[in-house]
């Protein structure tokens, strides 16, 4: 059976996600575990990004979590970028 989610994105018209990425922020004296969720409407022209705390992550998210994460640094790191 499945579960329902603990996190609900909403969507405004034809707006999209596109990207789930998830991300270790540190501070001074803290850590925090989010997942950045970036969504688009091309008909707009229009982008947002919404973000997922860790007591709204379902149990999946936060199994995928440092894999994806690590992929995504990986997937950065492939891409050679020039500053104009």
Not at 27 to 34: D, E, K, L, M, S
Not at 50 to 56: K, S, V, Y
Request: glycine letters at 4%; proline letters at 7%; one cysteine or more.
């Amino acid at each position: 059976m499945k579960h329902p989610p603990q996190c609900q994105i909403d969507l405004k018209g034809s707006e999209r996600i596109v990207a789930v990425i998830p991300e270790t922020i540190t501070g001074a004296g803290y850590r925090n575990f989010i997942i950045r969720v970036h969504i688009v409407d091309y008909t707009k022209q229009t982008w947002r990004e919404e973000c997922i705390q860790p007591d709204e992550q379902t149990p999946m998210m936060i199994a995928l979590f440092k894999p994806l994460e690590q992929a995504h640094e990986v997937m950065l790191g492939e891409i050679e970028t020039v500053k104009e």
